[in-house]
């Protein structure tokens, strides 16, 4: 009972939480508060009411349109929601029912708006970053706290840290010196640091190989279908929070399958 209850709660405050993470998507790249002012059509400017905010619905009940202009929304919007209420429900099943959920969530919800602004302008705000890395701490003292948070110790955590940031940063650096480019952007660095507080070394190294497989798997169908040019660039961040989502649920059954 108390489990459904709480998937109920997740796929609430997920959609919830996803029609923020519209806003952050959509702000910080132009540098705007995320705060305020409120929220508004981006091209007739009129501000926008309850039934143009319910989460998923609303894009729906107004056929993809703004009520006011009539100019098409984007499905991004619905998408995005729907894919941070997904997020928040795989983590009360995956991960377990109970408030430690709640940092998790948080983490969730900062990969979303990440994988999406590095997809749409190829940076990682450090703002963002921040937040993660302040809920990856606080997901670590609860662990001390409170023996029956599944959380990394301490040292596990920082030495997760630096296996997530460690091997970029040197790739970087070595693609730098012998091709005269850059490898991997600084932002991916400090984005697998702080995905190591949350995972430990071992998940983190885990997420890097998933983000890799994957990474080089859709870089590959693109190449040969010629939707991208051999030497382009494609946002790798997308790919690390596939990987930290998924080594975060399923790293360990795969790491008991390996050894």
């Given amino acids: 009972m108390l489990e459904n209850l709480m998937k109920i709660y997740a796929v609430l405050f997920g959609l919830c939480f996803g029609s923020f993470a519209n806003v952050v998507i959509y702000r910080i790249p132009r540098g705007e508060s995320i705060v305020s002012p409120p929220s508004r059509c981006p091209q007739c ?13 609303s894009w729906l009940i107004l056929r993809g349109r703004c009520r006011y202009c009539k100019v ?12 941070c209420a997904a997020l928040f429900i795989g983590n009360v099943i995956f991960m377990g029912v109970g408030w430690q959920v709640i940092p998790l969530c948080v983490l969730a919800f900062v990969l979303l708006c ?20 302040v809920a990856g701490i606080l997901w670590v003292i609860a662990g001390v706290i409170f023996p029956d ?9 920082l030495l ?14 070595l693609t730098m010196i012998f091709a005269g480019k850059e490898g991997f952007g600084f932002g991916d660095v400090k984005l697998m640091a702080m995905a190591g507080l949350f995972l430990g070394w071992q998940l983190t190294l885990v997420s890097l190989l998933f983000a890799v497989v994957s990474g080089g798997v859709l870089g590959a169908v693109l190449l040969a279908s010629k939707k991208v040019k051999q030497g382009g660039y494609m946002p790798f961040g997308p790919f690390l929070a596939v990987g930290i989502i998924a080594s975060l649920w399923f790293g360990e059954k795969f790491i008991g399958v390996l050894f």
């Fill in 160 to 173: 997760g840290a630096v296996a997530g940031a460690a091997p970029l940063f040197l790739i970087d650096k």
């Fill in 72 to 83: 098409r929304v984007s499905c991004r919007y619905p998408v995005v929601e729907i894919m």
């Fill in 114 to 133: 990440i994988a999406w602004i590095d997809f749409d302008i190829q940076e990682i705000p450090d703002g963002l970053v921040i937040a993660g890395a």
């Fill in 149 to 157: 948070v599944d959380s990394p110790v301490w040292h596990d955590a």
């Fill in 45 to 57: 400017g009129r501000r926008l009411t309850l039934i143009d905010l319910i989460p998923a619905l």
